[in-house]
């Protein structure tokens, strides 16, 4: 076997080096957009509360509810609740309630029986077209605690019926950066047991041109009204009012004005104008914000507002319209924390034809309201406070401080020796609560607290002051898990049983206990 020697030749060797070429390259100008695209949204105007999120779940509503409960005072409430559940074109709601009990003193019962239906539909996800029809009649007594000598021989007896019907129809469906409006109409018929009734029809007109990222604004209503006592009465009242938003780095600021045309209302007739500039700054971002401006307007008054705000008036009581001729307000708004907020805002307000209540001279269980034909001044302290706790416990509380300044009291255009704003008080406070436990329990309260106020007749003989009163409320539920959509609850009202007086002579229902339950359909 030879042995091999491998012998490599020599490499031939190139003696050029290669060179590198630099070939430009042209790079495309390249483009690059997207095109928006708004998903259809519908929006609802539901009886019901909102669904309730909790860690990205979408709780179930429910259909529909009955509800029942009983108590002292022959205390009855019976409720009956229907509604379709989600769906993206059609909502519709039925209400039927019926409440009625006995007062504090012999013939002082009440009732208040109620019927509502709410419908709306969404036509191509962008056209909302609504409307809302009901009826209620409540009835009470005049069971002011005088003398009987002070009580005419005539019924204590009275009754309210009002029926009403609106219509809406609204662009919610409007692409981003689009006008967007809200069209209605509505009529409210309302009568008393003595057939003083009151025919109210109503147009209304909302619009909201954005321009850039600001948007300019426009809010028009005409109301004709018509009232009828002994003779008959026409009332009108046409207001416009039109104003630019927009941003200016940490400020958002509204320019705008407001006009006011009531006719029918000796007293009032006439063009009103004024300024409406609001102005926010925000100090600390999410946190703090300071806000101010100056503001106006005219502020109808009807039979059927004044008889809901205090039953126990005259049959055929004069009707002005408030006419708010001058507010300066400011304040701040913000949070401690994202569980948090609070606001304070002061107001200075000058106002005509602000009423009050007196009692009537000719039967002094019923009041008539007055209206100060000269300038009312009212200073205003306003303050709200809400904290959540956690999920299961939240708090709120509001405050109000009010100093009247009356100049110039009429009673059917005679003028009247009182210089005290009778009926409204000084101060209110408010706190409520609740507490939940594992979405079973719920303990829950309130507690207000409203200062003195004056009262009197129309000769002004004997001005009195209500004492101040404090009335507290308590109840708590628990939710069968085992019986889904069923609760039993207790309510504890006037829990320290002062029979204090809201309007004068007139003491309100003393402790109070209720019972009953509610299941909701799933």
């Known amino acids: 076997m030879n042995d091999i020697k491998p012998k490599l030749a020599d490499a031939v060797k190139i003696d050029v080096t290669p060179v590198q070429e630099n070939i430009a390259v042209q790079k495309p100008q390249m483009t690059y957009t997207t095109e928006s695209y708004l998903l259809p949204t519908t929006v609802y105007k ?49 209400d039927l309630k019926h409440w009625s009990g006995d007062g504090p003193v012999k013939n002082s019962g009440f009732s208040d029986n109620v019927i509502d239906l709410y419908g709306s539909h969404i036509i191509n996800a962008k056209y909302d077209l609504g409307g809302d029809i009901g009826f209620e009649r409540t009835a009470n007594h005049f069971y002011a605690t005088i003398p009987d000598s002070l009580k005419p021989n005539t019924s204590d007896y009275q009754a309210f019926d009002d029926f009403h019907a609106k219509a809406h129809f609204a662009n919610t469906g409007a692409d981003t950066g689009k006008l967007r409006y809200n069209f209605g109409i509505g009529y409210d018929g309302f009568q008393n047991y003595y057939k003083t009734s009151e025919n109210d029809i109503t ?59 009531d006719g029918g209302d000796s007293n009032t007739s006439a063009f009103h104008f004024y300024p409406d500039l609001n102005i926010n700054a925000d100090l600390v971002d999410k946190y703090l914000s300071v ?53 304070l805002r002061a107001a200075f307000i000058n106002y005509q034809n602000l009423y009050f209540y007196v009692e009537d001279t000719t039967d002094r269980r019923k009041f008539v309201p007055v209206y100060d034909n000269g300038t009312t001044t009212l200073i205003n302290l306003h303050g709200e406070l809400g904290w959540t706790f956690s999920e299961n416990l939240d708090l709120n509380t509001k405050i109000d401080f009010n100093n009247y300044t009356v100049s110039k009291l009429e009673f059917n255009g005679k003028p009247l020796p009182i210089e005290k704003p009778f009926e409204r008080p000084g101060f209110e406070w408010m706190l409520t609560g609740n507490y939940k436990i594992e979405n079973k329990i719920v303990f829950g309260g309130d507690v207000f607290f409203v200062g003195s106020r004056y009262a009197t007749d129309l000769t002004e003989k004997n001005i009195v002051t209500l004492k101040p009163f404090v009335d507290a409320n308590a109840h708590i539920s628990y939710a069968f898990e085992n019986i889904p959509g069923f609760k039993v609850f207790i309510e504890l009202n006037n829990i320290f049983g002062n029979q204090y007086q809201v309007w004068d002579n007139y003491p309100v229902r003393g402790f109070q206990v209720v019972g009953g339950a509610m299941f909701s359909f799933l």
């Open 46 to 94: 539901s009886k019901i509360q909102p669904a309730f999120i909790k860690k990205d779940i979408l709780h179930e509503l429910n259909k529909s509810f009955v509800k029942g409960d009983f108590g002292n005072y022959g205390n009855l409430y019976l409720e009956a609740f229907y509604n379709t559940l989600r769906n993206r074109t059609d909502l519709l709601s039925v």
């Open 291 to 343: 806000f101010g401006g100056i503001t106006g307007g005219m502020e109808k008054n009807t039979f059927r507002q004044l008889a809901y705000e205090n039953p126990f008036m005259v049959t055929a009581p004069e009707l002005r319209n408030t006419n708010d001729k001058f507010e300066l307000f400011g304040g701040l708004k913000g949070s401690f924390s994202s569980s948090s907020s609070f606001l």
């Open 203 to 261: 147009a209304s007109l909302m619009a909201d041109e954005p321009l850039n990222t600001n948007d300019i604004v426009l809010n028009a209503s005409y109301d004709y009204m018509n009232y009828k006592t002994e003779s008959s009465i026409n009332r009108t009242l046409l207001k416009i009012d039109a104003g630019y938003r927009f941003k200016a780095g940490i400020m958002r600021l509204y320019l705008g004005f407001k006009t006011a045309g």
